[in-house]
């Protein structure tokens, strides 16, 4: 049955008066709740108010409100702020369209949507605002004897039950003095979306924010040109256990805070926000993505942080955060002067991948900044590089999957650029360099055969020279004058190296494929390496080499002559496995290895530590491969350094864990992508700050100390060798 309550107001403003009303069968009564348990349509407007009015206002069914509905709690008399009237939706829905006057709800309490338990066989609550419907949601709802405000209340989206909010269409606003919780408890669903040019303006709270998961799984769709605003802050996931996700998507979509974003960075939260199709985020303040939190800017779309708040402009990826770029724009500029808060901010092990438009950086703390496109190519553009990363702690900007990382203006020579080709085989990356050479310090590692340094900001460029004791690359024009110098990090003494005019005014630096002596990629690739092997262990490693025709050796330390058995070492110098000659002690022994062929060689000192009752310490000044075989027990590593840590402001190439691969059941030899990956995740455990557990097949356990999980896992193929 439907009942349709007129509100006429002939006799005055009471609520609780029922010759203000018409139609119906019941009217409120002093005190009392007030409910709507089948389908209603309040006519005309409907204001809540009056001595002694009701508690709740309680939608159970579907409710339309043709006309402004106001709910207030006492204003006047001895039993002022002892009664709140809040707008309640327990199931059903309740829906405000256009009104002919611009207010179509006007609330001085909390509205909940999914607040209690419904009526026999009702659907979820839903709260609509459609069709130009205007709702002005003032939550300071009790006033005291004084007529001063006491409290403050909220929109619920979700609250003892799942909700959702729907506002829609051109001319739709929704706004409120106080704060949204989206799923605010645990096990509650929450959803909110604004969408079809309509508006949300959430007012200043310094209590209460935007929550979007406030203990139980809460989302918010932005779209259809719709317009968000917050005078406060705004957590993608909150609390503890809580999910929240964001999505603004298309052209004209537009989410914009004042004060700061934090998606997925608090203890035990999860958060995602998306940003796609042309759709802008933005926020006067910072925005902030932690362990558990994703941001993917989409193409044509950005995430914009300008400090106009006067707390500088900082878009932070930390503790493992992700930030994925699909072709947009990223940029941190602050209006203020401050330099230790301004800019793209990676640390602790936080990541951007993918390519777009960076403007302002700074990467310390092991953060990284990947160019990466997949197969398809692309460009991940980065200017504004501010060069104040922390000396000790330096980032890596690092470049896979055929992408292109373009650095502006002058770049930090604390961060270094890799050329990620130990993990992303078969493609072929380029760094495009457009300020002048001079100005560029950063050290490069990892550049093989096929990929490219673009000297984009360089004229006159015909030669180059490499120092083979330090791995200098100079280039010269056609006077011999030095224009600028890259310091790779590897061993480049035998390589060759082509430049020719990039089509663009500048010229590319390629390294050649041609047939050259061997190069050792094994132990890091380093001139300098160790291996840790557990007590009792012969076999030590497989040393191996790029090139053709290779043989190994070792270099006799009192004659140097190559041999291939001293009296300690013994080499094959076929496959290059090298095992000890006689029974090992806890200590730290030394040899140099050869590789070699027709074209040249090269040697590599290694340096090889017997662990001391399974402690295994890795050294800071040279890569460290840990060696397992089967039948260990137990061992605890310190020291290891995941593929993005950097020493002293020079790439450290990173640290190796190398297990035998009947370690772990259907387990392939030189496993490598995601195969490797779903491998290692299956057989780690994570124990928060003080590191991550791997739990071979055979009973064996590894712990790392300090290292997460995540960052184990981001790096698998780096980090983690099966032989």
Same mark, same amino acid.
């Not at 609250?159 to 949204?180: A, E, K």
């Not at 340096?607 to 039948?631: L, Y």
């Not at 020291?639 to 691969?661: E, I, K, M, P």
């Given at each position: 049955?439907?009942?349709?309550?007129?509100?006429?107001?002939? #006799?005055?403003?009471?609520?609780?008066?029922?010759?203000?009303?018409?139609?119906?069968?019941?009217?409120?009564?002093?005190?009392?709740?007030?409910?709507?348990?089948?389908?209603?349509?309040?006519?005309?407007?409907?204001?809540?108010?009056?001595?002694?009015?009701?508690?709740?206002? %309680?939608?159970?069914?579907?409710?339309?409100?043709?006309?402004?509905?106001?709910?207030?709690?006492?204003?006047?008399?001895?039993?002022?702020?002892?009664?709140?009237?809040?707008?309640?939706?327990?199931?059903?829905?309740?829906?405000?369209?256009?009104?002919?006057?611009?207010?179509?709800?006007?609330?001085?309490?909390?509205?909940?949507?999914?607040?209690?338990?419904?009526?026999?066989?009702?659907?979820?609550?839903?709260?609509?605002?459609?069709?130009?419907?205007?709702?002005?949601? +003032?939550?300071?709802?009790?006033?005291?004897?004084?007529?001063?405000?006491?409290?403050?209340?909220?929109?619920?989206?979700?609250?003892?039950?799942?909700?959702?909010?729907?506002?829609?269409?051109?001319?739709?606003?929704?706004?409120?003095?106080?704060?949204?919780?989206?799923?605010?408890?645990?096990?509650?669903?929450?959803?909110?979306?604004?969408?079809?040019?309509?508006?949300?303006?959430?007012?200043?709270?310094?209590?209460?924010?935007?929550?979007?998961?406030?203990?139980?799984?809460?989302?918010?769709?932005?779209?259809?040109?719709?317009?968000?605003?917050?005078?406060?802050?705004?957590?993608?996931?909150?609390?503890?256990?809580?999910?929240?996700?964001?999505?603004?998507?298309? $052209?004209?979509?537009?989410?914009?805070?004042?004060?700061?974003?934090? %998606?997925?960075?608090?203890?035990?939260?999860?958060?995602?926000?998306?940003?796609?199709?042309?759709?802008?985020?933005?926020?006067?303040?910072?925005?902030?993505?932690?362990? /558990?939190?994703? =941001?993917? %800017?989409?193409?044509?779309?950005?995430?914009?942080?300008?400090?106009?708040?006067?707390?500088? $402009?900082?878009?932070?990826?930390?503790?493992?955060?992700?930030?994925?770029?699909?072709?947009?724009?990223?940029? @941190?500029?602050?209006? &203020?002067?401050?330099?230790?808060?301004?800019?793209?901010? =990676?640390?602790?092990?936080?990541?951007?991948?993918?390519?777009?438009?960076?403007?302002?950086?700074?990467?310390?703390?092991?953060?990284? *900044?990947?160019?990466?496109? /997949?197969?398809?190519?692309?460009?991940?553009?980065?200017?504004?590089?501010?060069?104040?990363?922390?000396?000790?702690?330096?980032?890596?900007?690092?470049?896979?999957?055929?992408?292109?990382?373009?650095?502006?203006?002058?770049?930090?020579?604390?961060?270094?650029?890799?050329?990620?080709?130990?993990?992303?085989?078969?493609?072929?990356?380029?760094?495009?360099?457009?300020?002048?050479?001079?100005?560029?310090?950063?050290? *490069?590692?990892?550049?093989?055969?096929?990929?490219?340094?673009?000297?984009?900001?360089?004229?006159?460029?015909?030669?180059?020279?490499?120092?083979?004791?330090?791995?200098?690359?100079?280039?010269?024009?056609?006077?011999?004058?030095?224009?600028?110098?890259?310091?790779?990090?590897?061993?480049?003494?035998?390589?060759?190296?082509?430049?020719?005019?990039?089509?663009?005014?500048?010229?590319?630096?390629?390294?050649?494929?041609?047939?050259?002596?061997?190069?050792?990629?094994?132990?890091?690739?380093?001139?300098?390496?160790?291996?840790?092997?557990?007590?009792?262990?012969? %076999?030590?490693?497989? &040393?191996?080499?790029?090139?053709?025709?290779?043989?190994?050796? &070792?270099?006799?330390?009192?004659?140097?002559?190559?041999?291939?058995?001293?009296?300690?070492?013994?080499?094959?110098?076929?496959?290059?496995?090298?095992?000890?000659? @006689?029974?090992?002690? +806890?200590?730290?022994?030394? =040899?140099?290895?050869?590789?070699?062929?027709?074209?040249?060689?090269?040697?590599?000192?290694?340096?090889?530590?017997?662990?001391?009752?399974?402690?295994?310490?890795?050294?800071?000044?040279?890569?460290?491969?840990?060696?397992?075989?089967?039948?260990?027990? #137990?061992?605890? =590593?310190?020291?290891?350094?995941? @593929?993005?840590?950097?020493?002293?402001?020079?790439?450290?190439?990173?640290?190796?864990?190398?297990?035998?691969?009947?370690?772990?059941?259907?387990?392939?030899?030189?496993?490598?992508?995601? @195969?490797?990956?779903?491998?290692?995740?299956?057989?780690?455990?994570?124990?928060?700050?003080?590191?991550?557990?791997?739990?071979?097949?055979?009973?064996?356990?590894?712990?790392?100390?300090?290292?997460?999980?995540?960052?184990?896992?981001?790096?698998?193929?780096?980090?983690?060798?099966?032989?």
């Amino acid at each position: 049955m439907a009942f349709v309550y007129t509100w006429t107001g002939s #006799n005055g403003t009471d609520w609780n008066d029922f010759m203000n009303w018409s139609g119906g069968p019941d009217f409120p009564t002093p005190g009392n709740d007030f409910f709507t348990d089948t389908t209603a349509t309040f006519v005309n407007g409907a204001p809540v108010s009056g001595f002694g009015s009701a508690n709740f206002f %309680v939608v159970y069914a579907s409710t339309t409100f043709t006309g402004p509905f106001t709910a207030t709690g006492q204003s006047a008399g001895p039993l002022s702020g002892l009664f709140l009237t809040s707008f309640t939706v327990n199931s059903g829905t309740a829906t405000f369209s256009a009104a002919t006057i611009p207010t179509s709800l006007l609330t001085h309490a909390d509205v909940l949507v999914g607040y209690d338990d419904p009526l026999p066989g009702a659907g979820t609550a839903e709260l609509d605002f459609v069709a130009g419907a205007h709702a002005v949601l +003032d939550t300071d709802n009790v006033i005291d004897a004084s007529g001063n405000r006491v409290g403050e209340n909220s929109l619920y989206v979700g609250d003892q039950r799942d909700g959702i909010v729907n506002i829609l269409g051109t001319g739709t606003t929704v706004t409120t003095d106080s704060g949204i919780a989206i799923a605010a408890q645990t096990g509650v669903n929450g959803t909110m979306h604004v969408g079809s040019a309509a508006s949300l303006h959430i007012g200043f709270s310094t209590g209460f924010g935007y929550y979007i998961g406030y203990g139980g799984t809460g989302s918010l769709l932005i779209d259809g040109g719709a317009t968000v605003a917050g005078d406060g802050f705004a957590d993608i996931g909150a609390t503890d256990g809580s999910i929240g996700s964001v999505v603004v998507d298309g $052209a004209g979509s537009d989410w914009h805070q004042a004060q700061t974003i934090a %998606v997925g960075f608090f203890p035990g939260t999860h958060g995602s926000l998306t940003i796609t199709n042309g759709a802008t985020v933005e926020t006067d303040a910072s925005i902030k993505i932690g362990a /558990g939190g994703t =941001v993917t %800017v989409g193409s044509g779309s950005s995430l914009i942080s300008t400090g106009t708040s006067g707390i500088g $402009a900082r878009i932070l990826v930390d503790q493992d955060g992700h930030l994925v770029m699909q072709g947009g724009t990223l940029t @941190a500029t602050a209006t &203020i002067a401050d330099t230790t808060l301004e800019g793209i901010q =990676v640390a602790v092990g936080g990541m951007i991948t993918g390519t777009g438009h960076l403007t302002g950086l700074y990467v310390q703390n092991d953060g990284v *900044i990947d160019a990466n496109a /997949g197969s398809a190519g692309g460009t991940l553009l980065v200017d504004g590089v501010n060069g104040i990363s922390d000396p000790g702690s330096p980032g890596i900007l690092s470049i896979s999957g055929d992408a292109t990382l373009e650095l502006e203006g002058s770049v930090a020579s604390n961060e270094t650029v890799v050329f990620n080709n130990t993990s992303d085989p078969g493609h072929h990356e380029t760094l495009r360099i457009d300020g002048p050479l001079s100005s560029f310090s950063a050290p *490069i590692q990892g550049l093989v055969a096929g990929d490219a340094i673009d000297l984009a900001g360089v004229s006159g460029a015909t030669t180059w020279s490499l120092d083979s004791a330090t791995d200098l690359l100079t280039v010269k024009d056609a006077s011999g004058t030095q224009l600028g110098a890259l310091q790779l990090i590897g061993n480049y003494a035998s390589t060759s190296f082509g430049l020719a005019a990039d089509g663009n005014g500048g010229f590319t630096l390629t390294e050649s494929s041609a047939a050259k002596a061997p190069s050792i990629t094994s132990g890091g690739g380093e001139r300098n390496a160790e291996y840790v092997i557990n007590p009792g262990q012969q %076999v030590i490693t497989t &040393i191996q080499a790029s090139g053709t025709d290779v043989h190994y050796f &070792i270099q006799d330390p009192r004659t140097g002559k190559l041999v291939t058995s001293t009296s300690q070492f013994i080499i094959d110098t076929n496959t290059g496995q090298l095992s000890f000659g @006689a029974k090992s002690h +806890d200590d730290a022994y030394h =040899v140099t290895v050869v590789a070699k062929n027709g074209a040249g060689q090269t040697s590599q000192d290694l340096t090889v530590s017997v662990a001391d009752e399974h402690i295994m310490v890795g050294r800071s000044d040279v890569p460290d491969t840990f060696v397992f075989h089967a039948g260990f027990t #137990n061992d605890a =590593v310190f020291d290891f350094n995941v @593929a993005s840590t950097l020493f002293c402001g020079r790439a450290q190439v990173h640290d190796v864990l190398q297990f035998d691969h009947t370690m772990f059941n259907g387990a392939v030899a030189g496993e490598s992508g995601s @195969a490797l990956t779903d491998l290692l995740q299956n057989h780690t455990q994570s124990y928060g700050w003080l590191g991550t557990m791997i739990n071979t097949d055979g009973g064996g356990h590894v712990f790392l100390a300090e290292v997460s999980k995540q960052a184990l896992l981001s790096n698998a193929t780096s980090d983690f060798h099966l032989v």
